[in-house]
């Protein structure tokens, strides 16, 4: 990455979309929205609503599949100057695994991002990151068939992460985002219905950014690999607070969908705060912050 | 599609709670394709974060407008903001309606509220003058008839209370009207859903195409976050489509309604 600042998955579609108002070649990676084998048709609507905050959402990872995001979107990511990550995930361990192996077999991939937090469906996603034996396996699985880069999504709806973090590092996962969604709902008072059709969503953007900067710091003690942090970052301040917790690179997520320069902005917002503070290597910020325990 | 932070020339309120915002934006003003849309940040906003799409009503010039109703706090907050001010706007956007071809059909209008506003441009652009069937609630839903009689076309105005034109639903004059049968017309319309829904149907019962521009809750606004699909047809089945990119406007014959909520 030429610097270390990514967009979070889902929040960016398949890159091609925001290029014509940013340069995407910017950017350390682009992530991809989710993708399982088959198309999957997504959830009812409504699938967001806005929040004090931030907003929630259950899209229900609505997506091509391998075949349709290979034959419809890599051509234009494949162009890209800088790496991809592609979010990938399943139902089965065994899909995981044939996702990942897809995608090895591609050639071009910068990473594969193991989404194992989705909240928003019925079957898979949220149920491997929230069962230390279950993403231990997904990670083994995925790991056993490609040399990618793996990097675990850590679900937030953990009692501790840190046990869910050590058992990805062991499995060889080359690093963690850190975070998803946290889990959560809406009423409409007038009308008595929920929010979203789904009854439930993911709450993410500016309200939840606390909180995940916890859940990097936590995850930073308990492990060795990097850790790409995120949840709410609106500009360079908010990143830098994620880098200090122990991230070593961020992710702009719901911030794209209201300032879709967000990235953009933090990327030289972080060179300004180095400049201004005298730091040659942006890897001098990661964990420093002063807390001791 | 553009990203700017544009000036607002006026804000003006029109009738009741509807308003007219007229803003600066040079670049993209020309544009603007009829039934495209204008995805505003509303920048005094703090802790609603999210963009807000409007139809775009005019494009003259340096100049666009939008015709808006106050409906909650971020056109609550918009309403409040005077000419100087400044908001940032993506725009153009999505996939408007497909202006008729000189002595092609002869466009029939159909707008629900300010459903009207977002069909001027057409109007405008269309080398066939038609006529425009607006309906409301009241007297003051009906709005910008003023702007398209000064461009010839006909309007016939029904409200449900019998304030202004005619009293009764927007779908009845249209009926009445199909009902003569003349050759080539094409039906357009903007509006609430249940009004698109009884529109789409009435000009399939007449064998008339239509398009339709879909009024859905919106988030990003540019295809990636995939909040405002409909139900469209795909092969011997459907799939869920961007009102954002794929729409606003589509043919009311691949809508699959009862996929549908």
Redesign the interface.
């Known amino acids: 990455m030429q610097n270390p600042v990514t967009v979070a998955s ?4 398949y890159g091609a ?2 290029a ?2 940013i340069d995407v070649n910017l950017l350390g990676a682009v992530t991809v ?1 989710g993708i399982r084998l088959n198309p999957v ?2 959830n ?5 609503a ?1 929040v ?4 929630l ?1 259950a ?1 229900g990872l ?1 997506g091509p599949g391998v075949d349709g995001f290979i034959k419809k979107y890599w051509p234009f990511l494949k162009g890209l100057k800088v790496p991809t990550i592609i979010n990938i995930w399943g139902t089965t361990v065994e899909e995981y695994a044939e996702v990942a192996r897809r995608f090895d077999a591609l050639g071009g991939v910068g990473a594969l991002e193991l989404n194992v937090s989705c909240p928003n469906i019925k079957e898979g996603g949220a149920q491997f990151g929230t069962d230390c034996k279950l993403l231990a396996q997904v990670v083994a699985a995925c790991r056993k068939v490609t040399t990618l880069p793996l990097i675990t999504k850590m679900s937030p709806n953990v009692p501790s992460i840190a046990p869910f973090a050590k058992a990805a590092e062991n499995e060889g996962s080359d690093a963690l985002a850190v975070t998803n969604s946290f889990p959560a709902m809406a009423i409409d008072i007038h009308t008595r219905k929920p929010k979203l ?1 789904n009854i439930t969503g993911g709450l993410t ?2 309200a939840i950014k606390p909180i995940a900067v916890k859940l990097v710091w936590e995850a930073a003690q308990a492990v060795k690999i990097p850790i790409i942090g995120m949840g709410g970052i609106q500009n360079a301040d908010d990143a830098v607070e994620f880098l200090m917790a122990g991230a070593t690179a961020v992710a702009v997520g ?8 967000t990235a953009l902005q933090v990327i030289a917002g972080i060179r300004d705060f180095m400049a201004q503070k005298k730091i040659a290597d942006v890897r001098e910020i990661t964990g420093s912050v002063l807390a001791k325990k | 599609m553009l990203e700017q932070t544009v000036q607002i020339i006026s804000n003006e309120r029109d009738t009741d709670s509807y308003f007219r915002l007229v803003l600066r934006a040079p670049e993209i003003a020309p544009l603007i394709q009829p039934g495209q849309f204008a995805h505003v940040r509303i920048l005094p906003m703090k802790d609603a974060l999210l963009r807000r799409p409007f139809s775009i009503f005019q494009a003259t010039g340096d100049a666009f407008s939008i015709l808006y109703k106050t409906v909650g706090k971020g056109t609550e907050v918009l309403s409040r903001m005077r000419a100087g001010q400044e908001v940032s706007a993506i725009a153009p956007l999505g996939h408007g309606f497909t202006v008729p071809k000189a002595g092609g059909e002869t466009p029939l209008l159909v707008a629900g509220g300010y459903g009207m506003a977002a069909m001027f441009l057409l109007a405008q652009r269309s080398p066939q003058k038609g006529i425009v069937f607006v309906g409301g609630r009241r007297r003051v839903d009906i709005l910008c008839e003023q702007e398209f009689a000064a461009i010839g076309w006909e309007v016939r105005a029904m409200t449900e209370d019998g304030s202004h034109g005619e009293k009764g639903l927007v779908t009845h004059p249209l009926i009445a009207e199909l009902q003569k049968r003349l050759p080539d017309r094409k039906v357009f319309a903007c509006g609430p859903t249940p009004m698109l829904k009884a529109v789409g149907k009435i000009a399939e019962d007449f064998n008339v195409p239509a398009e339709l521009s879909m009024d859905e809750h919106m988030c990003c606004g540019v295809g990636t976050c995939l909040t405002c699909v409909i139900p469209v047809k795909a092969g011997d089945s459907w799939e869920y489509q961007r009102t954002c990119t794929e729409g606003p406007v589509f043919d009311s014959r691949e809508i699959v309604w009862e996929a549908a909520k």
Do not use: D, S
Request: net charge negative; no cysteine; hydrophobic share 25%.
């Open positions: 889902g929040t960016f579609g979309e925001y014509q108002i929205k048709l997504g009812a609507t409504p699938r967001t806005e004090t905050g931030g907003m959402n899209i609505q059709a953007g500016p719901t911030a794209n969908f209201y300032e879709p320069q």
